[in-house]
């Protein structure tokens, strides 16, 4: 009898709804799910008096109901109380919280018992895998690392953008160097590395990790709507009907925003504007805080984000590092072409849902925006197109995770 995959899942967080976990139960093949938090009571904690409380409302997803979890939520909130009296904060909160999540997770994975018909797999994601995988290769299992970022490179290209914009700020702290030390023996435990884009497969690769181990797996999205509205365009663009240009996510310097700010006020009295939606990550110029063409609407509800999607005409992705960048999916889910940065997840079809751009500089971002201004009709046409797109579901990433152990 051939053995088919048996996984346990060890998941920090509650990363994309649970996507994972989802898909393997969806097939059948999700044995067990250690998690750090779980509330299957739902709506219960919705009056809680504190604001972690709180959060474990989100903790569930009712395709799971079914499954076994194991949850380690009363470890996890007695950590969480003790490391607020330690006032950690940052990168040593986040190395905490890693280091406490794998160490209970190994500790349960350790008495998984798999069926007998199973070929076992253990799944866990980057920086909180290494004491998992020791557990698991101990006793043959495969290992699958969820990469959850470009790594290392992704680090590095924010120091050097940083150092050359000064302007913008300094740069974000680095994470300390047992951080990467410990990915490091990850990468060496697992059998196979799980990673969101092409970009991040090549940033990977050039710090030394076994390209053989690398399989690119997009995140899933399922959109909270069908049918998308069509965008209606203008024949022309006017002072009095701009081209309403969106930009959603960190303002920071990694994202490309320096190039997109330069981008926008250097169109001079083109009908143009500009609407920022996301949470500062850097100082903002006085000239670009106060440009008449640049909203700044900072950090706002999903469901804002969505209100953003559906009144702009066109997003702009100029990100110099992103692993995938979900907000491409989300803007074409509401029928919302997109400008996108070659440094992320290929979402855009270029010259059909949008353009990819050559590279991620003002001058290729203002070049991409004046060809929409003197071509309106392009931005309907990648507006049809862009909302008959098909997503990448739950069951299409439940098959991508079998290709991988197969």
Not at 156 to 170: I, K, N, Q, S
Request: include cysteine; aromatic fraction near 8%.
């Amino acid at each position: 009898m051939t053995a088919t995959p048996g996984w346990a899942c060890c998941h920090l967080g509650a990363r994309e709804h649970y996507a994972i976990p989802r898909a393997l139960h969806l097939r059948g093949e999700l044995r067990l799910l250690v998690t750090d938090a779980w509330s299957p009571w739902g709506q219960l904690w919705q009056s809680g008096p504190a604001k972690s409380i709180r959060r474990l409302n989100e903790r569930f997803h009712p395709q799971l109901a079914t499954a076994a979890v194991r949850p380690l939520t009363a470890s996890l909130m007695a950590h969480e109380l003790a490391w607020r009296l330690q006032r950690r904060a940052g990168w040593d909160m986040i190395g905490a919280r890693n280091a406490w999540f794998q160490g209970k997770a190994a500790a349960v994975v350790s008495r998984w018992r798999p069926n007998d018909s199973d070929q076992p797999v253990v799944f866990a994601h980057s920086y909180s895998a290494r004491a998992i995988f020791e557990v698991a290769r101990a006793r043959g299992w495969q290992t699958v690392l969820g990469q959850i970022d470009p790594g290392p490179e992704h680090f590095a290209v924010a120091r050097r953008l940083a150092a050359g914009a000064a302007e913008f700020g300094a740069a974000p702290a680095e994470p300390p160097a047992s951080y990467f030390a410990s990915w490091r023996d990850e990468c060496a435990l697992a059998d196979h590395i799980m990673v969101n884009s092409e970009w991040s497969r090549t940033a990977l690769t050039r710090v030394g990790v076994d390209a053989n181990k690398l399989h690119v797996v997009p995140l899933a999205y399922e959109p909270e709507r069908t049918g998308a509205p069509r965008h209606a365009y203008p024949e022309v663009f006017t002072p009095a009907r701009p081209l309403r240009v969106l930009y959603v996510g960190s303002v920071s310097v990694v994202k490309g925003v320096p190039e997109l700010l330069r981008a926008v006020a250097g169109l001079g009295d083109a009908p143009v504007t500009l609407r920022m939606v996301g949470p500062a990550g850097m100082t903002v110029p006085p000239e670009f805080a106060a440009h008449p063409s640049i909203e700044w609407v900072g950090a706002v509800s999903r469901s804002e984000v969505m209100t953003a999607y559906q009144t702009a005409d066109v997003l702009v992705f100029p990100s110099h590092s992103d692993g995938f960048g979900m907000a491409q999916v989300e803007a074409q889910s509401h029928g919302l072409p997109v400008i996108a940065s070659p440094c992320c997840g290929r979402v855009v079809d270029d010259g059909r849902t949008g353009v990819v751009l050559p590279e991620v500089s003002s001058s290729a971002i203002a070049e991409a925006i004046r060809e929409l201004l003197a071509r309106p009709e392009v931005l309907a046409g990648w507006s049809d197109q862009a909302s008959a797109r098909a997503a990448f579901d739950v069951a299409t990433l439940g098959t991508a995770l079998a290709a991988v152990v197969s």
